[in-house]
């Protein structure tokens, strides 16, 4: 028989798996269509996970490219949590790694060269203390896509208003 041990996932009750967002590209639903996601790791430095903690970092312009069998997120700013104290050469704009299979590699690329798809980050996050990267497959709306979002929207919050109003 085993006894209980804190530590023990099997038999503690206290385990929670929890995901907690970071930093989100915010117009990413609104710019894309998006149909497909992945979740990849990323390698990052030190400097860069105690920036992403504190809420320091834009996904906005970034994507993701595959050259030489491995992913990369380009575009991506993520700055260092003290710039004084970050090592010497530091670039926040550099190309990162992502840590994907090999076979996700393979789907990702193929996915990438059909026209008209593309590969953006949604949100990087930590996922029990790893830092995980959302991928998304998506396909760029049209200038008439994003207006129609925008009337339905706006539709919407009349709507709910009207019904506010009449309770």
């Avoid at 970034?62 to 993520?78: K, P, Q, S, Y």
């Avoid at 700055?79 to 789907?107: C, H, M, W």
């Amino acid at each position: 028989m085993r006894g209980y041990a804190p530590w023990d996932n099997v038999l503690c009750s206290t385990h929670i798996d929890t995901a907690m967002d970071l930093i989100t590209h915010k117009r990413a639903r609104f710019d894309f269509e998006i149909l497909e996601t992945i979740e990849a790791g990323i390698e990052l430095m030190g400097t860069e996970v105690k920036s992403l903690r504190a809420k320091r970092g834009k996904l906005e312009g970034a994507h993701v490219i595959v050259r030489g069998g491995e992913a990369f997120l380009v575009g991506a700013d993520i700055p260092a949590y003290q710039v004084k104290n970050a090592p010497a050469g530091f670039d926040p704009d550099r190309p990162r790694k992502l840590l994907l299979s090999q076979t996700q590699i393979k789907e990702v690329s193929h996915q990438n060269e059909q026209k008209g798809l593309t590969l953006i980050p949604i949100a990087l996050y930590s996922k029990n203390r790893l830092v995980k990267l959302s991928i998304a497959i998506a396909r760029g709306k049209k200038k008439t896509d994003k207006r129609e979002v925008i009337k339905k929207r706006e539709a919407d919050r009349d709507m709910k208003r009207e019904l506010k109003r009449l309770r």
